[in-house]
């Protein structure tokens, strides 16, 4: 398949932009043609159903997975094609903040954060000391470096995980469901932490989320990844303007967000002032 030559030209605008991204196990087909744009510097969230491919997606914008047919491209490189050293160096730009922080349980706060230092950079010890201990600062995290993570709160998991995907100083952050197993108070601190970090540093985020009142809290932009495609994207006041009702409902029974007026009679058909749907 031909590269869209607008997806495929560098963009001030997106980082990093899907087209056509398909995805089958056996005979089944997991993502069927995603369209979706990256905005540069925001907050994007993905939502969906379980079993709808978020993660799936997660992990062909990692390089972890190939497709079976599309592009994604970072930064106007179509990264599909790469081999591993390539590949490598694009991910350098990537950052990963794990659903449950994912931290080595026998390795110390420190050692944690330090760990990505370690192993993709030839810095000495006391430079790494110094970069591990100005991350977690800048995260509110002091005098815990020599605590292990079963010393430690959800909450405070999540912002080491942070620190350790921080710390290298990706362009790009993946959060994997962030306030997942946390109470309303730690969520709402996660949620701060990704925008004060999206306001602080530039950095372009993609969350993936069931949590409707953190995505309606932070998101600068919201994608629904339904039946293995996009099938609305636009900001959250877009999103609560739609008209579909699978939006609508996967919305609503969060009980965080309710519509005004009633789902069209239609079949999903849009006005053209609505949200946008495929192609931007």
Same mark, same amino acid.
């Given at each position: ?50 079993? #709808?491919?978020?993660?799936? =997606? ?6 972890? =997975? ?30 990963? =903040?794990? #659903? ?86 730690? @969520? ?11 306001? #602080? ?13 953190? @995505? ?8 629904? =990844? ?8 636009? @900001? ?33 058909? #849009? ?5 946008? @749907?495929?192609?931007?």
């Amino acid at each position: 398949m031909a590269a869209p030559v607008d997806a495929a030209t560098p963009s001030q605008s997106f980082q990093i932009r899907i087209r056509g991204l398909k995805k089958a196990f056996g005979t089944h087909e997991v993502l069927r043609g995603v369209d979706l744009d990256i905005e540069r510097g925001k907050i994007n969230i993905i939502i969906g159903g379980s079993g #709808q491919g978020k993660s799936v =997606l997660m992990k062909h914008l990692m390089g972890l =997975l190939k497709p079976d047919a599309g592009h994604i491209w970072v930064d106007g490189e179509d990264v599909v094609g790469l081999d591993d050293v390539a590949l490598n160096r694009v991910r350098r730009k990537f950052g990963m =903040l794990f #659903q449950y922080a994912a931290l080595f349980d026998s390795l110390t706060v420190e050692e944690n954060v330090a760990f990505p230092l370690v192993e993709h950079t030839k810095k000495g010890r006391a430079e790494i000391k110094k970069l591990v201990t100005e991350r977690l600062h800048s995260l509110g995290l002091r005098n815990i470096e020599k605590k292990y993570p079963a010393e430690l709160s959800g909450g405070m998991r999540k912002r080491v995980g942070l620190a350790r995907a921080l710390v290298l100083e990706p362009e790009i952050l993946l959060y994997d469901e962030p306030t997942t197993g946390l109470d309303p108070v730690a @969520t709402k601190n996660v949620d701060d932490m990704i925008r004060d970090i999206s306001h #602080q540093t530039g950095v372009t985020s993609v969350v993936i989320s069931h949590d409707m009142a953190s @995505t309606f809290r932070i998101a600068h932009k919201i994608s629904m =990844l339904y039946d293995g495609v996009i099938a609305v994207s636009g @900001t959250p006041d877009d999103i609560k303007r739609s008209r579909l009702p699978f939006v609508r409902e996967f919305v609503e029974m969060s009980g965080t967000v309710r519509f005004d007026g009633e789902p069209s009679d239609d079949d999903g058909d #849009q006005d053209d002032d609505e949200v946008s @749907t495929g192609e931007f």
